[in-house]
């Protein structure tokens, strides 16, 4: 629940729909603290980004570390929580957004296919450098 973790998931061609990304090295990275976000944002300011996908925890850990949660805190009970959050997704029928039946049927009835010009135009997010005050 430190620093900035970094992932590399090779498309395989397990999904159908999805052959046409055979061999895709997608990049992601994880920032955890408001320092860490900072590194990222300057490397992507500075035109080093190599990230196709960044995930901001400004909080310890993300969200079960923040000031939503119940006061007091400490490790241990944000591992807890971790653990309760995992044990109940493990339950879940649906647990891959790939394998929802209403994402696929968007995507069959709107988007077109994944990575399509409507997805990206529509689902991705862009940087637009701010001046700052």
Sequence with gaps: MEGIKEATLVIDGTLP??????????KMAVAHGLANAKK???????????????EIMACPGG?????????PTN???????????Y????????RKAHENPDLIELYNTFLEQPLSKKA?????THYIARRIF
């Design 17 to 26: 729909e999805w052959n046409f990304l055979e061999g895709f090295k997608l």
């Design 75 to 85: 490790p241990e009970i944000r591992q807890k929580r971790i653990q309760a959050l």
């Design 87 to 94: 044990t109940e997704e493990m339950g879940m029928e649906i």
């Design 120 to 124: 990206h135009d529509l689902l991705h």
């Design 63 to 71: 969200c079960l570390g923040g000031g939503g949660q119940p006061i």
């Design 40 to 54: 990222i944002m300057m490397e992507v300011k500075e035109d080093k980004f190599k990230y196709h996908f960044i």
